[in-house]
């Protein structure tokens, strides 16, 4: 047992090698530390399978649980932007590379996160569609029995006047970026989509203190 | 006639320039009116009538060649005028279907010419130009029969330098001409509206509710439902957007009849008419009416739902079954339940309201004057009338007048808005910048800053609203603004962001939008959200509570929503950007005493200077720290604010601020300094502070400050230094670190004056130490004052005059001060008002008359007079000390006595004065006497005016001061007649003997003189034996001065000459 443990860390530690060159924000320590995460929440997976990764379902829950998200289309949007192959499974290497902008990433890296997030259809445009998709229930109730729907379709429409500075009808990654850098709280103008600052705690503790007492 | 037409004709639509004329009696009489001035104006001003226009009138006409006759050369359908102007262009030109005419009295021929189709040629030609004026006389011309100027000769001017035209004196007579058409007509049309009916906003609201009331269900109900578009009601009761109130529009409706489609409903003064469907979205088309007008609304249900007439009618059945008598009984229980009491059971009530508007009806038809009256405060507000009304009142109004309200009407109406929101942004200007106007002038106030918190007395007042003007022209934002509110309140988190981030682009600096965002009960929103978990919420809802914060109104409405206590209590929360903006946000609202007891009061002021205890070496940060720093600049802000109130001042210090503070004004950042030493400068009105400041070596970090090259912060550091250098030691410390040569420097940025008050104020203060003024001397800071002696505000004078008076007490600066020039700008001043300024202007100019040659100036500037004549200034600090400054000129004038008979009234004044219950005044007034008093003359009139037995009655002061400058007055005073023995019966001998227990050694001096003169009376010298005075005598006797030796001794020696005739008296007799 032990020298299979020896033999999983030799691995860890090579692992960890090679994405501390992809990754900027964690030390390789802490990589090891996420890495053996990884594998602890892959083996809780409810279907493990033969897979190498987690699943759309593992994924989503690890949001809601860890980070307190529960919007469903933007749960399946970040899994989307974490899965960087499309091969509908979050392998190690995206995890980290992903935690590594979700939990401390730059404004840049965030921004760039966001957008990906929203821009469902990977077409590097934000469109009034998209936004409308995802904005779709916001609005709760307007006085007067007036419909509401009617009012998300004003918002979007301010918003993308707003955001779209080079008037092509849609937003692009530069158009995003200069609205954010004019207006921070449009980073996650259309559903949270980046961990609050406590669930970042949170996870932080957990995963690295909790791992070097092991 | 520009007026008319644009204000009163009405056209179809508003606001587009190619509108109809409507259909209307208004417009019919304005076109007959028209029409006859033009057939007339060829026969009645041929001269003028052959003026050419500017540009011709065109038109569309129903005219064709046929119609002309042999005077115009006709080809084919053109018809050209054989008349023609001096470009060669005919006067008329028909080329169909267009006309185009260039003079009034070709526009004469041709409605001559049309028959039965006058009104029509009229209207077209109206349509087509709807600004004739311009066309005819050119648009500055034009501009000027809008303008309220009727001054025929600058008429004349314009005309002549605008073109070399013969026609000069015709084009003058016809712009004339027109405008006295344009101002009959209008008054013409007021007549004609002021016969019809108008429906006012009570009248309407009285209605709807009545209507609401009869909604519901059930087989009589009268309607669906019946509902307004806009649940806010305007301070004049309507509805309506302000830029359609202009049009006399009251508000809009939606009413579901039973039977038929859904109707939309404009209520404007001129009627009910349809419209195309206002929700609230309010878009410009849907004004457009689209029926007839109705009197009320009754009358318009009636005639659009059968089922509403068939009902009402029942109801009017059973009414008129009533005897008639009770009929009018109900009619003025009504009006009785207008004014409010609604405890009428509601059918009655109903039934009442429908009798009483049939009545109504009825008595239109009739054709009565009936009218609904306006409510009190639409008349206050003269520009809500709709066009005319005023005008409708006092139809008498000069023209000039009637003119300029139109004026001003259409500049609401039209153009103006945009020109109105520069105005806006503009006027709300000083009130952003006003915390740095306050601070500043803080500093600059005189002596009594000191004694209490500088800017108490200087607190914002409670500014009228100026929601009339902005009422008006209310923009399209406001209901932009109405929107976002309403999606804040219904939308989640992300939808509540976006929202706030939208409601951010509005230009929340500027008073319609921070207005617009309270009277939508944006506030209460905004405010609730800061009570929420959302972060993001937060921070979007106090970006935009800091902006609009920037309005006083605002400010005080979130206090009174207890806004504030929220704010206050995310200033500890954890998220950093949070506690920033909280910070930041208390810094602009706590700028009124309530606000900053509620700071106080909530535990603001901990959590506050908790806020500045950040990284302890300011230099060299890291991003993380930078944030920290960043946060305690907010802190700072926001103390700096509340600092403003004495009790927060405690509680700063008691929080433990002041050595926060202190470390903070470390900082390299100029930033973060402002705040710090404005918050410090503020403070230092404390004692505690000022011995903080100077114990925790702050001063010598204020005068490396002073040394940056930043203006407003070199300001608060002269300010604090101001306030400090109270204290002796702090002085020192200035001098020690080398702040004076700084603070003269200062000088020379004479600009900036709330630099240069501080400064001054700092050097005035400094230079209470001689050494400090002996130190000013070498950087020539004494001439340098003097220069600014004139043309600066008060609060500098004050401060530099103070110097001056402190610099003149060492003789060689009076030298130099007359050498300046500086005598005669110091006189001057006593001329002056501010009573701050006339303390130290006194004291100044006292001051250098100690020097003879500086008399001699005085006496030729008249000085004497002048200060003489301050002893009737109200002040008391200006009296004692005008009265003290008068003790040096008295003694060095060259002619003192004759020049103190000079006044006329004088020694009356300062008699009288003895009358003050101040006793500084008396002090001053009694020094005063004493010299006066030397003059053998003057003593007479002041004995005739009563002095003595007013000094006897201040002896019995405990005063020492007072003691010293009395008894000195008595001394004088006893060398006239009998004035010895008047103070003794009048009992002033026996205080005096007291006077000599006193510890003050300048009391027994002038009370051992005074004591000897009245010792030349007997019965005085009794008195004093009673009073056991040798004793304290003889011990006095011992004392170094020679003077007081001598009065000692002369006045016991009196005292045992009447011991010793007595004595041989009782022996030989």
């Known amino acids: 047992m032990s020298e299979l443990s020896a033999m999983n860390r030799k691995k860890i530690q090579s692992l960890a090698d090679k994405l501390s060159k992809h990754v900027n924000h964690f030390s390789k320590t802490e990589i090891e530390c996420l890495i053996c995460d990884f594998n602890v929440l892959l083996r809780e997976q409810i279907n493990p399978g033969k897979a190498n990764g987690l699943d759309r379902q593992n994924f989503r829950s690890i949001l809601y649980n860890k980070f307190g998200m529960s919007d469903a289309i933007i749960m399946d949007a970040v899994f989307r932007t974490f899965d960087t192959d499309v091969d509908s499974f979050i392998s190690v290497k995206e995890w980290i590379e992903g935690l590594s902008v979700f939990l401390r990433g730059t404004l840049d890296e965030k921004i760039k996160f966001c957008f990906q997030v929203y821009d469902s259809n990977g077409d590097n445009y934000i469109t009034k569609e998209e936004m409308f998709h995802m904005l779709r229930n916001s609005l709760i109730q307007l006085p007067n029995d007036e419909d509401p729907e009617e009012g998300v379709k004003d918002m979007v429409e301010i918003t993308l006047k707003r955001m779209d500075y080079d008037h092509d009808g849609k937003v692009s990654l530069a158009d995003f970026d200069k609205a954010v850098r004019e207006e921070n709280l449009l980073l996650e103008a259309f559903g949270t989509c980046l961990p609050d600052r406590k669930s970042i705690r949170g996870f932080e503790q957990q995963v690295f203190q909790h791992q070097l007492e092991k | 006639m520009g007026i008319t037409l644009s204000r009163a004709a009405q056209w179809t639509t508003a606001s587009s320039n190619i509108g109809k004329l409507e259909f209307t009696p208004m417009n019919e009489l304005l076109l007959k009116e028209i029409l006859s001035f033009v057939e007339e104006f060829s026969s009645q001003h041929p001269q003028q009538a052959e003026h050419v226009f500017k540009e011709p009138l065109q038109w569309t006409t129903t005219l064709v060649a046929s119609d002309f006759k042999t005077d115009y050369d006709i080809s084919d359908s053109v018809v050209q005028s054989q008349e023609k102007d001096s470009e060669g262009h005919p006067l008329l030109l028909l080329s169909p279907p267009n006309v185009y005419v260039r003079s009034f009295s070709q526009l004469c021929k041709l409605v001559h010419l049309t028959n039965d189709k006058k009104l029509e040629e009229v209207r077209a030609c109206l349509e087509d130009n709807r600004n004739p004026v311009v066309k005819v006389l050119g648009p500055s011309f034009a501009a000027e029969l809008e303008g309220d100027n009727q001054d025929e000769t600058r008429l004349f001017a314009k005309v002549k330098e605008e073109e070399e035209h013969k026609d000069t004196d015709d084009k003058v007579k016809l712009f004339l001409l027109l405008q006295n058409l344009d101002k009959q007509l209008l008054i013409k049309l007021l007549h004609e509206i002021s016969q019809q009916v108008e429906l006012n906003p009570a009248a309407v609201k009285n209605e709807v509710e009545m209507l609401k009331r009869s909604c519901g269900n059930g087989e009589s109900r009268l309607l669906k439902s019946i509902q307004y578009t806009s649940d806010y009601e305007f301070s004049n009761g309507c509805r309506a957007p302000p830029w359609r109130q202009v049009h006399g529009e009251i508000c809009y409706l939606v009413i579901e009849p039973c039977d038929s489609e859904t109707l939309y409903i404009t209520c404007s003064t001129a009627g009910v008419f349809l419209n195309r469907g206002i929700k609230q979205k309010g878009e410009e088309n849907d004004y457009e009416r689209t029926s007839d007008t109705y009197e009320d609304l009754v009358s318009l249900l009636k005639s659009k739902s059968p089922q509403f007439a068939k009902n009402i009618n029942k109801q009017d059945c059973a009414v008129q079954e009533l005897p008639s008598t009770q009929k009018i009984q109900h009619v003025e229980s009504v009006d009785a339940e207008e004014q409010g009491q609604p405890q009428r059971s509601y059918e009655q009530q109903e039934k009442n309201v429908h009798e009483k508007a049939r009545q109504q009806h009825t008595a239109n038809k009739a054709g009565g004057k009936m009218k609904y009256e306006p409510c009190p405060r639409w008349k206050d507000l003269g520009l809500k009338c709709p066009p005319g009304r005023a005008e409708e009142k006092k139809p008498n109004k000069s023209s000039g007048e009637e003119k300029s309200g139109e004026m001003y009407k259409k500049k609401m109406a039209t153009g103006a808005k945009s020109k109105m929101k520069a105005d806006f942004s503009v006027s709300s200007l000083p009130g952003h910048l006003s915390p740095l106007k306050i601070k500043t002038s803080a500093g600059a106030l005189p002596v009594e800053v000191f004694s209490e918190s500088s800017t108490e007395s200087e607190e914002e007042e409670e500014q009228p609203e100026r929601r009339p003007e902005s009422n008006t022209d209310l923009p399209s934002e406001y209901w932009h603004i109405q929107k976002l509110v309403k999606y804040i309140k219904g939308g989640d988190q992300r939808f509540t962001v976006l929202t706030l981030c939208t409601l951010m682009d509005f230009n929340l600096m500027q008073e319609t939008c921070q207005l617009a965002i309270r009277d939508v009960g944006g506030l209460e929103v905004l405010i609730n959200l800061l009570d929420t978990n959302e972060v993001k919420c937060k921070i979007g809802s106090l970006k935009i509570l800091r902006k609009i914060s920037s309005s006083v109104q605002i400010r005080r409405a979130i206090v009174e929503m207890g806004g504030l206590q929220s704010i206050v209590k995310i200033v500890d929360s954890e998220e950093e950007e949070l506690m920033a903006l909280a910070a930041e946000t208390i810094a602009i609202v706590a700028r009124f005493p309530k606000a900053r007891r509620t700071v106080r009061q909530y535990g603001g002021i901990k959590k506050l200077v908790k806020l500045l205890d950040c990284v302890s070496n300011l230099a060299n940060l890291s991003v993380r ?115 004076l040569q700084l603070l003269v420097s200062l000088l020379s940025k004479a600009d900036n004056k709330h630099l240069l008050a501080a400064a001054t104020g700092a050097i005035w203060k400094c230079s209470i130490s001689m050494e400090n003024v002996a130190k000013f001397g070498e950087y020539n800071a004494l001439e340098v004052l003097v220069n600014l002696l004139t043309d600066q505000p008060e609060e500098v004078l004050v401060n530099v005059v103070g110097a001056v008076g402190e610099f003149a007490q060492i003789p060689e600066n009076k030298a130099t001060i007359r050498r300046c020039g500086g005598i005669k700008p110091l006189v001057n001043l006593l001329t002056g008002t501010n009573q701050a300024l006339l303390v130290n202007v006194t004291k100044a100019v006292g001051a250098c008359a100690t020097d003879m040659d500086n008399m001699v100036i005085i006496d030729q500037l008249d000085g004497v007079r002048l200060v003489w004549s301050l002893l009737k200034n109200p002040s008391a600090d200006v009296q004692s000390s005008a009265a003290w400054a008068l003790c040096p000129c008295i003694n060095n004038a060259k002619d003192a006595g004759e020049m103190v008979r000079s006044l006329v009234g004088g020694l009356e004044l300062i008699v009288n004065l003895l009358k003050s219950t101040n006793n500084e005044v008396l002090a001053s007034i009694c020094a005063t006497i004493a010299k006066i008093a030397k003059d053998k003359e003057n003593l007479a009139v002041l004995t005739d005016h009563g002095v003595v037995p007013l000094l006897a009655k201040l002896t019995n002061t405990t005063d020492d001061r007072l003691r010293r400058h009395l008894a000195e007055a008595i001394g004088h005073c006893c060398m006239w007649g009998s004035n010895k023995a008047l103070f003794g019966e009048a009992g002033a001998v026996a205080p005096l003997v007291c006077y000599l227990k006193s510890k003050d050694s300048s009391v027994h001096q002038s009370t051992a003189m005074a004591l000897y003169q009245l010792s030349k009376d007997p019965n005085n010298c009794i008195t004093m034996h009673e009073k056991g005075v040798v004793k304290p005598l003889i011990h006095i006797m011992g004392s170094d001065e020679e003077m007081l030796q001598e009065a000692a001794a002369g006045c016991v020696r009196n005292i045992r000459l009447l011991a010793l005739a007595n004595r041989k008296v009782q022996l030989f007799y």
Not at chain 2, 639 to 648: A, D, G, H, M, Q
Not at chain 2, 714 to 729: N, T
Request: charged share 30%; proline share 3%; glycine share 6%.
């Open chain 2, 625 to 739: 720290q930078e944030k920290d720093v960043e946060i305690a600049r907010c802190g700072t802000l926001a103390l700096w604010s509340c600092s403003k109130s004495t009790r927060n001042k405690d509680a700063i210090r008691k929080a433990g601020g002041i050595p926060l503070l202190g470390r903070l004004l470390k900082s390299p950042h100029e930033s973060m300094l402002i705040p710090v030493v404005g918050t410090l400068q503020e403070c230092a009105s404390e004692e505690s502070y000022r011995i903080a400041i100077q114990t925790e070596g702050m001063i010598k970090d204020l005068v490396k400050i002073l040394g940056s090259d930043n203006d407003e912060l070199q300001m608060h550091c002269a300010s604090a230094i101001f306030k400090c250098a109270e204290d002796k030691q702090t002085r020192d410390l200035v001098r020690e670190y080398k702040g």
